[in-house]
Each structure stands twice: as C-alpha cells, then as structure tokens.
C-alpha cells in the first residue's frame, strides 16, 4: 500500500512538472529562455561607448542603465565617451590597448564613421529571432531606416530618435502683429511669412527664416541621398531633386535682410536661441530650457508630398562584433527599446520614442516643465520620408554641400554654379577618401 501512495505521488509530482513545462512557453526556443532565465547567470560587465564628448557616466547610468541593471542584475554597465570632439582616435586607442566596447551608441548618419572602420557591425537578425524580440513594436520608419542602413541585415536596435520642426519666436510674432505659424504649412506658406517677417526695426535686423542646411539636407524630404553607392559619384549635379531642394532654402536667403552671415553651427544657433532675431528656425527642439519664448509647428511640406515630414534623426544601440558578451549585450539594448525605458525617456524629453505604444508618444515631455504648452507632440504627427540608399562617402559629400551653401546664401554664387562645385569637389574628396582606405 505504501508503494502504491509513494507510485501515485511520483506520478502526480511528474505530470505537474510537465505541465509546468509546457506552461513556460509556447515553442521550443521560449523553453530554453525560461529554463535559462531561472538559472544562475554569470555576472558580466558590458561597456557601453558614447562618441559623445565628455558625456558624465552618471547621467547615463540616470536615464538609461540603471534600468537595464535592474531588469538584469547579473549585468554591470561601463560607460564610456569620447574624451573630445575625436572619438576616431579615442576608439582605436582603446582597441589598441585591449579595452572591450561591448555597444556603439551612435547616430545613425555616423555609421560609416564610428562603425564600419573599426567593423563593428554585426548582424542581430539571428538574436532576435532566438530572444523573441518583437520588432513590430517598433516605429516603421525607424525599423526601415536601420534595415535600409544594415543593406538587409539588422546591425543595430533604435532607441531614441530626433524630428526636425519649425521652431519659431512667439515675441516676434506679437511683436509685428503677425499670426502664429501652424502645422501642416507648405515650404511656399512658410516662405511668403518670412518675407512677412523680415524687417528692421530699432536698428535691428530680424530674420525671417533660418535653418542648419546640413541637417535639412541629411534628413530631407526628399530622401535624397549625397551619394550614387553603386559609382561612388556624387549626385548634386545629376538628379535634379537637389536643384529643387536647394532652390527651396536658398529663396529665403535671397529676402532682402535675410542674407545669410554666419558660416558655422553656433553661429545659425545663436540666432534663435540667444539674440533672438530670428522668427522662424528649421531644426530639432531645444531639450532643455531656452531663454527665448518659443514654440513648435511641424516642419514645412512640399505641396505634392503633403503630410510627409523630415527623415527622422536616430541614435542607434549597436552589439559590436568585438564583444564577448554579445547575448546578454543583446538584452541590455533591447531593454532600451522597451515600453518602461521608453516612457521614462518620453516623459523628460530626452528624444522622441522608438515604439509604437501610442501612450509612451503622447507622454512626451510630461515631466518637463520648460515645454509645457509647447507643441512638441505635433511633430509625431508626419510620416517620416523614406532614407536614402546608405553610402560609405555620404558625410564626404555633405560636409561639401553645407561649406558651398554658406557660401551660395550669402549671394557669392548662383545655384547652377553651387550644384556644379558641390559635385566636382565632392568627388575629389571621395577619391581622396577612397586612396586613404586604399580602394
């Protein structure tokens, strides 16, 4: 009688455990995870490196990896950035001295700068099938972007990204009696307002409309790109869409009193945000707070490409393929894609959100009080432009064509002229960059 109890309860315990078994999953890749993640995990330090300069670790331990060490106890993160404004030679310093970088975060128009040079890249297509990392949470445009960049291959996870708006001077505007701009303006609507609000006045020049054109040609509505990757040519002479692009910026430059005079970054910047004599600014939000009284509209549209905003501006996670801990590196930046990180960066404005949960996008700036009452939400509402067809000498040619368009908005050169020089000089710089790499 007694062995017939003990059979019986063996049998019982057995078939609970089976159930439980085929409780923890639904295949056999779920399966493992589960016993897997029951398992003691061997601790592991992951280095995280920001090409940033001079970034403070404990601001990124803040916003981002203290969240992935709670959600995974055995992972320690490192973070490390650039010591200056040359994260080239930083990066191969650490190589060189036999230092891990586990993760790039890296803009994504930096790929063929911080990346493939050191070949970094690898293929996480394989991982996120076998980890059940769904992609479809993420935003299409974003999934499209990185796949279009991995030529096929997925070499990284987004995690936050920046979308260009019209940003513009709420002063100014009561100060000349003129209406606020609005969302859905065209490039022509935009135009005939800065016409409207450039003027002197007091001794003082106001400008009508400004831009930063590296950054409205990178992330252009257009989706055009710098470069042929199939010749290596540049393509600022051949497709005529970038006639019609720097047509398009160049008009506002040609506003009496609203000639361009600056020739670098901080100097179009300051314009707006510091002596506050521009109107009307082409560029990201500020993401954090600004002495000038400003607001947002969504960013100028084409009249045949209505609703299609700018290219989205993203920062990458990418699982280098130096790193030893490449599964739990998988993790810790799939985490940062999740709804909880994702919400918590939303709230204090760090970027604009990679996933499609409705609620973690209108969150956005929730926590910040210097946007309250801004329109910054509105900007989500434009489907991005598609990317261009990635190009190892696509920052070449762009640093060519924002040197030429300081010069051609400042009334030196016609556009004919402009288009011919970007191309010609471009085209020496990549045959220049081609010999360095030896191809």
Not at 30 to 55: C, I, N
Not at 225 to 230: A, H, I, L, S, T
Not at 356 to 365: E, L
Request: charge should be neutral; hydrophobic fraction near 35%; charged fraction near 25%.
């Amino acid at each position: 009688m007694a062995a017939k109890k003990w059979l019986t309860s063996a049998l019982l315990l057995a078939a609970s455990a089976s159930l439980a078994a085929c409780g923890s999953g639904d295949g056999a890749g779920k399966k493992e995870e589960g016993k897997a993640a029951d398992a003691p995990k061997e601790p592991v330090t992951l280095t995280f490196y920001d090409p940033s300069a001079k970034q403070d670790p404990a601001i990124f331990m803040e916003q981002f990896g203290n969240a992935i060490q709670k959600k995974y106890p055995h992972i320690t993160i490192k973070y490390v950035s650039s010591p200056d404004t040359n994260p080239e030679a930083h990066i191969a310093g650490m190589i060189a001295a036999g230092e891990p970088i586990d993760v790039m975060l890296n803009a994504d128009i930096n790929h063929y700068r911080l990346i493939t040079p050191f070949k970094f890249e690898t293929d996480l297509t394989g991982m996120i099938k076998s980890r059940g990392f769904d992609m479809s949470r993420l935003d299409p445009g974003s999934v499209k972007a990185v796949q279009v960049l991995s030529k096929g291959a997925i070499y990284a996870l987004p995690y936050k990204k920046s979308v260009m708006g019209l940003l513009y001077n709420k002063d100014l505007f009561d100060k000349f009696g003129r209406p606020y701009p609005k969302d859905g303006m065209t490039w022509d609507e935009v135009y005939d307002l800065a016409k409207v609000m450039t003027r002197s006045e007091g001794g003082t020049q106001y400008r009508g409309f400004i831009t930063q054109f590296y950054n409205s040609a990178w992330l252009n509505q257009l989706s055009l790109g710098f470069v042929d990757p199939k010749t290596d040519k540049s393509l600022y002479n051949t497709d005529e869409r970038w006639g019609r692009l720097v047509r398009n910026l160049t008009r506002f430059y040609e506003i009496p009193g609203n000639e361009s005079k600056e020739g670098s970054f901080g100097g179009v910047s300051n314009l707006f945000l510091k002596d506050k004599i521009a109107a009307m600014y082409a560029y990201i939000p500020p993401t954090t707070p600004q002495d000038v009284n400003w607001d947002v509209v969504t960013y100028p549209e084409f009249s045949d490409r209505r609703g299609v905003g700018p290219q989205s501006l993203l920062t990458l996670a990418y699982v280098t393929s130096t790193s030893k801990h490449k599964e739990a590196a998988f993790d810790a930046i799939a985490h940062l894609t999740s709804d909880e990180v994702q919400l918590s960066m939303s709230k204090q404005a760090l970027a604009f959100p990679v996933t499609n949960t409705q609620s973690v996008k209108d969150a956005y700036g929730q926590d910040t009080p210097f946007l309250q009452g801004k329109n910054v939400r509105a900007l989500l509402k434009s489907k991005p432009a598609d990317p261009f067809e990635a190009s190892p000498y696509h920052r070449t040619a762009g640093v060519v064509l924002e040197r030429t368009m300081y010069q051609l908005t400042k009334g030196s050169t016609d556009i004919n002229t402009a288009l011919r020089t970007m191309a010609e000089e471009a085209d020496k710089e990549i045959e220049k960059a081609k010999a360095a790499a030896g191809k």
